[in-house]
């Protein structure tokens, strides 16, 4: 499960995880040392910030512009994917969710996002 919230930030940030650094230095870091990747910024530009480092968005699968998904919408949106990346790469694996509990989180994402109008949904799925 943890693997699962890497993918997760990768797909958040585009980015991938501990660049630069040897397999041995990343379990030392991460398995013995307890470090974990920060949630990444999801906030819309000048908006209010909902994580840390980075701004692209996915939403029902697809990088979506901050547009695509407003106000509220987009708060929830990213409460919930920021509750399922910590509890993915949780120090304690007891407290990391099933991919049961998953799919019902992505199922509440998907429905947030079937109330955008469908020329918004599309709109988001070729950006990156």
């Known amino acids: 499960m943890y693997s699962f919230g890497v993918c997760l930030w990768e797909c958040l940030t585009a980015q991938v995880p501990y660049h630069g650094m ?5 379990v030392n870091r991460v398995g013995m040392g307890g470090s974990r990747l920060e949630f990444p910024d999801l906030s819309p530009p ?68 079937r109330t955008l109008p469908p020329s918004r949904q599309a709109e988001g799925k070729a950006e990156v």
């Open 22 to 26: 040897t397999a041995v230095a990343v």
């Open 46 to 113: 000048g908006g209010v910030s909902i994580g840390t480092n980075s701004t692209s968005n996915v939403v029902n699968g697809t990088v979506a512009r901050s547009s695509d998904v407003t106000g509220g919408d987009h708060a929830r949106v990213c409460s919930m994917l920021r509750e399922v990346f910590t509890q993915c790469t949780s120090n304690d694996p007891s407290l990391r969710p099933t991919f049961v509990k998953l799919i019902r989180t992505f199922e509440g994402i998907m429905r947030i996002v």
